[in-house]
């Protein structure tokens, strides 16, 4: 059993910044700071990114894992207990069909005394004395999806177009289906000759094996949030777009957020920062059954120009009359830019579930105008915060408690997603009258 971090340092770390006196006084009475413990500390892990790491110098092979705390030292993971069983099995998979095709790893320039870059990769298969910015393979992500225990597999090589990634990358692509033929969903592959710590490379992505989306349930089916009815619809996702490493854990997130827009009565939903409008379509997808939340309409927006298809899939795997549909859009556009094209005009329920840096400022301006300063968020009488960074949250919270939007804590949760750190997944629900 992996031993959990204590959720009594969690809570009593996190309680300090709900007792300070300038935020304790927006909270609602009765509000308190609540850990939501995890449902399971094993094998929950459904997406994982890995580092590579060379087994024998002249004869190939690779090995993935993670950094070493503050190194670029890759400690293998073979065996890792918070991943789902599928993911263990692909990573075993990948090292195996690597000894088979003499792959090379990456090497890393910062634990190279040589900087010379060898442009490509050695797609040819050749092993040897690499120097560092050589090699071929460098991370690998690693997808389930759940109801199959598929892998997407996403390989990030060493090379400048998907041409210099050959022969050797089909060779190893063939070698892993040869040898694991029920494992694969797709086989992916970004291109990535940079220098820097950025893992994938927006436009370099190529879709070498299988089809091109992977698909989950709407969030919350079969479950108290639409009723325990389970809706029809599915979620679309590829390696371009986010997905959640713990999706298992989110969707308790995504339950209580539709309990939330229920027990408010909203109708008029516009989530910001929506990805492919994981918690947008699974609101909807509750709201068509007796019972449900008859919303009137749903706008999502976000900056990623790859949810859009993601989201249209999903949309039309719903089942949806024309009427349903015209009333659920997407814009691909900051949430910024999403607020000035209207996305939140007559809205009463925003969601936000910004990256690690929080809320753009232009948002954090609209939110502590006053009601009556009939702002581009006027309209809104409840936010719903999901945060998965805590010093951006305390930070945002703080300004909009500054300003003169009249909002108050009605709910404060932090959510244990990944079992055995001290991170937690926020949720914060403000209202105003």
Known sequence: MLPLYPIKAILSSSSLFWSTPSIAKHLKPGVEWEIVEPERSEGWRTQAKLATKQINLWKGGVEFGLYKTRTHIVEPIPECVVHHPAINAAVSALTSATIKCRTTAYVDPVLSSSKKKKK??????????????????????????????????????????????????????????????????????????????????????????????????????????????????????????????????????????????????????????????????????????????????????????????????????????????????????????AVEEGECDDADIVIVDPPRSGLEGSIIKELVKSKREAGLMGSVDTLIYVSCGWNALTRDLEEIMKGRGGWKVEECKGYVLFPGTNHVESLVVLTRE
């Open 120 to 337: 490509g990769g050695g797609g040819n298969g050749m092993t040897g004395n690499l120097k560092g910015g050589e090699g071929m393979l460098r991370y690998v992500q690693l997808q389930v999806e759940r109801d199959t225990g598929k892998v997407t597999c996403s390989l990030v090589w060493n090379a400048d177009s998907y041409k210099h990634t050959q022969p050797h990358l089909s060779h190893l692509v063939k070698e892993l289906r040869r040898t694991s033929p029920d494992l694969w969903h797709s086989i992916w592959v970004n291109c990535n000759d940079s220098t820097g710590n950025v893992i994938f490379k927006s436009n370099k992505w190529d879709l070498v094996s299988g089809p091109e989306y992977s698909t989950e349930r709407m969030l919350g089916s079969s479950s108290s949030f639409d009723g325990g009815r389970g809706g029809e619809g599915r979620l679309y996702f590829n390696p371009k777009v986010f997905r959640q490493g713990n999706i298992g854990g989110f969707e308790r997130i995504a339950e209580r957020v539709g309990e939330v827009v229920r027990e408010r009565k909203g109708k008029r939903i516009c989530e910001l920062y929506a990805g492919v409008g994981v918690m947008g379509l699974s609101l909807w997808n509750g709201s068509r059954d007796q019972g449900g939340l008859n919303l009137e309409w749903l706008r999502c927006s976000d900056s990623n120009p790859s949810n859009f298809g993601c989201f249209d899939l999903a949309k039309k795997s719903m089942g949806l009359t024309s009427d349903d549909s015209r009333r659920i859009t997407y814009l691909t556009a900051t949430a910024g830019k």
